[in-house]
């Protein structure tokens, strides 16, 4: 609509009365279009030269007729002729008015009008023509010939025309037929010649004017729909107009923009739009370009306050090209802005914790680490992960961890105050710029502070809750001068205190890159070790604690590297779960183990350890299933074991999985009994039918009469439960006889051989140790 607009002429917009401008301009729009038909208000317009025409013509016979024909005739025909063209200029003039009726408008009417006239000047050669010498009738052919060009006044409507020629030209050829043949002859050829120019100029020139009548009315109608869009545009509220001149000065502006400013409009007529406006340059500038311009916005200033217009705007040239001024369009935009920094706002933070979110954090990051290479002052980037968040989720449901996570977002803000800016990246993950790093040790001991103020108990209706947090860190631009760079030390950095335990701060050390390059390397040798069978399973014994008789074997995973050797389980397992590669892997130990123990007499059993990321994997029953299946081994000869961490992250889905199977016959061990979380819980799951104690309960029985209490209290509960209970680590001939005296079924540790290949597990099988003997060996 602005394009449309201001192709608006300027006529009265530079109406100095401010307001009376829109006025005038709408008034003369107005006065252009024509009440009636356009046809009806052009032969309304020709009325008065049709009359003056016929009424001279009629003076000019009444003088050359007067001595020759009576008076009375030619006065009464003359006076016709006046009160005919009266009549017609007096029915024209209603037609053309907004109460007269339809007759009066049909083209039917003026071929009516210019029949009773021609019919009159017809009358002229009847009775006073034949008898009047040759000047006479020349001067009265010429005036009935004038008369006939009239027909051109008539053209809009060219039966009325046409009507009136032949009318008049058959009167004049009545009027010549006392002349000789040949002047007959020539009278009617040049007669019929000029009926067929006038009329042929006649149906020309209709054309052309309805061709130009319609340009007009459609010229018209557009300018009555501008007019109406200007109107409603303004009335409307949807923006305002404005017009300057060549010196910037305003000659046109909308009652709203003089609202807004909290001035008259006749008090802003004349002044310069860029000073009105606040003086802004960057509409100075477009101004003085004098090429259009759009979407330019300005803060104003009003009695009211601030507020946001924009602004377009095209140059105004004359015909002969010289710069007119500008006219334009303008709107109150301060409620767009204000919603759109509203909405800005809401992406750039959190809005759980109404802190910055994680893209806002990581243009603060920028921001730091950019100022900081500046002005050579470091500054630290922090990553901050919860420890032991997941299960207030799982426990007390997420509302509750919601209330937590402002909890912990207050404290962290409350503790990093005015030294740098907290945020949350998601879920239970922090992130902290510290402006002034300069001092690693500061860095650290805020970290401390952080972690404390965090581990602080949280006083929950139900419960009390006890969080910790990590913390890593990198600092800018000693560690690097990259956003993305420090991020991902710092991130190693947390990496590393997260391994570390609870409660951490690690600062990035150049370790821990290399570290983690050689797990990146590890873990694409990882990827094809499966298939280059670099695998090796490695079996320890398990005896009996009566008769140290080997009674099974625990398979334990090893990975020969042809370039590194043998790497622990330690360092490639977690690799493996964390890559998703454990599934393969375990089901290829598994398989294995399964066709290993199908070669050992039918009581010995084996043990396969089964990860916590294995149990989530619905199809573990299946993979056990096909093992036993291929190695055709007793499913009561196969044990899983699963140590309690396995219960933290999924207990519903974990469990079920063990149920399946367990169903099918399978032994389920609870490995590293008495290390993990609540283990006194799980022991009435019916699904275990064996635990094993972590070896560090065993070496500590050996110094501190409690620990040998809490293992007999372990003991007596299993029994309960009818579980096998077997001793880990057992390495000295004391530790075997205070497990075996403590109740303990089975035996495993170094004392009774440590890990071997599958060949070397045939000679074990049937031995029976005799400890003493071993012992001193």
């Not at 029915?91 to 907004?98: D, E, S």
């Not at 040998?708 to 439960?721: E, G, M, P």
């Amino acid at each position: 609509m602005r394009h449309a607009l201001l192709k608006v002429p300027p006529l009265d917009l530079a109406d100095s009365s401010g307001t009376g401008g829109q006025a005038s301009l709408r008034s003369r729009i107005a006065a252009d279009i024509p009440p009636g038909d356009p046809r009806t208000e052009a032969l309304w317009r020709a009325a008065p030269w049709m009359a003056g025409l016929s009424v001279t013509c009629a003076l000019v016979v009444l003088w050359g007729l007067m001595r020759s024909v009576p008076v009375t005739a030619l006065s009464a025909w003359a006076a016709l002729i006046v009160a005919a063209n009266f009549v017609i200029v007096r029915a024209r003039r209603r037609a053309a008015g907004y109460d007269s009726d339809e007759l009066l408008r049909s083209p039917y009417w003026t071929v009516f009008e210019a029949a009773m006239h021609a019919l009159l000047w017809s009358a002229l050669p009847f009775f006073a023509f034949a008898d009047q010498p040759p000047q006479t009738q020349m001067m009265l052919a010429g005036a009935m010939a004038t008369m006939m060009a009239g027909a051109f006044l008539l053209a809009l409507v060219p039966l009325a025309a046409a009507v009136w020629v032949v009318v008049i030209a058959t009167a004049l050829l009545w009027g010549l037929h006392n002349a000789s043949d040949f002047a007959i002859g020539v009278a009617v050829v040049l007669i019929a010649g000029y009926v067929a120019v006038v009329l042929t100029g006649c149906l020309t020139i209709e054309r052309l004017l309805t061709r130009f009548m319609r340009q007009a009315t459609e010229e018209r109608s557009r300018r009555e729909a501008i007019g109406l869009l200007l109107k409603e545009y303004e009335e409307q509220g949807a923006g305002w107009l404005w017009q300057i001149d060549a010196a910037n000065q305003l000659t046109y502006v909308s009652p709203r923009i003089s609202s807004m400013l909290g001035r008259s409009t006749g008090q802003l007529i004349g002044q310069s739009l860029p000073v009105v406006l606040g003086c802004d340059a960057r509409l100075g500038g477009a101004l003085v370009a004098r090429e259009p311009f759009s979407g330019l916005h300005i803060d104003v200033e009003t009695p009211g306050g601030a507020r946001s217009v924009a602004l377009s705007g095209t140059p105004i040239f004359a015909p002969d090209g010289a710069f007119e001024g500008f006219r334009g369009v303008g709107s109150d935009i301060t409620e767009i802005r204000r919603s759109q920094d509203r909405l800005t706002h809401m992406a750039r933070m959190d809005m759980l914790t109404s802190l910055p979110n994680r893209q806002h954090m990581h243009e603060l990051f920028a921001d730091g680490v950019a100022r900081a290479k500046a002005s050579n002052v470091p500054c630290a980037l922090m990553f901050l992960d919860l420890d032991g968040f997941k299960p207030v989720n799982d426990s007390f449901g997420h509302s509750l961890g919601d209330e937590v996570l402002r909890t912990i977002a207050q404290r962290l803000q409350a503790e990093v105050g005015p030294r740098g800016r907290i945020g949350r990246l998601g879920g239970d993950e922090f992130a902290l710029l510290l402006t002034d790093g300069q001092s690693r040790q500061a860095v650290e001991e805020l970290g401390h502070k952080l972690i404390r103020a965090v581990s602080q108990p949280l006083m929950l209706p139900s419960a009390e809750i006890r969080i910790g947090m990590s913390i890593g860190s990198a600092i800018a631009p000693i560690d690097g001068d990259q956003v993305d760079d420090l991020l991902l030390k710092a991130d190693l950095a947390l990496y590393e205190a997260k391994s570390r335990g609870r409660g951490t701060f690690v600062h990035f050390e150049p370790r821990l890159q290399q570290n983690a390059e050689d797990r990146v390397r590890l873990e694409h040798d990882l990827r094809q070790a499966l298939k280059r069978d670099e695998f090796e399973v490695h079996y320890q014994p398990v005896v009996s604690a009566v008769t140290q008789a080997v009674v099974g074997f625990e398979a334990l995973l090893r990975w020969r590297h042809p370039e590194r050797g043998l790497i622990s389980p330690a360092i490639f397992i977690p690799i493996a779960e964390e890559s998703g590669l454990i599934a393969d892997i375990g089901e290829w130990t598994l398989r294995q183990a399964c066709k290993h123990a199908a070669s050992w007499p039918g009581d010995i059993h084996v043990a396969v350890n089964v990860s916590p990321r294995q149990l989530v994997l619905p199809a573990l029953p299946n993979a056990v299933s096909d093992a036993l299946a291929a190695a055709r081994l007793q499913p009561s000869r196969l044990e899983l074991e699963v140590t309690e961490s396995v219960f933290l992250s999924d207990t519903d889905g974990s469990l079920d999985v063990l149920r399946r199977v367990r169903s099918i016959g399978v032994g389920i061990a609870l490995d590293d009994f008495g290390t993990g979380y609540s283990s006194l819980g799980y022991l009435n799951k019916t699904i275990f039918h064996a635990l094993k104690i972590d070896g560090s309960f065993v070496r500590d029985a050996a110094r501190r009469s409690e620990t040998v209490s809490i293992i007999r209290a372990i003991v007596t509960l299993a029994n309960s439960f009818r579980m096998t209970i077997t001793a880990e680590g057992v390495e000295t001939v004391a530790d075997f006889e205070r497990m075996r005296d403590l109740g303990c079924h089975r035996i495993q540790g170094y004392l009774f051989g440590r890990p071997v290949p599958f060949g070397e597990t045939l000679a074990l099988v049937g031995q029976r140790f005799e400890y003493g003997a071993r012992a001193a060996g």
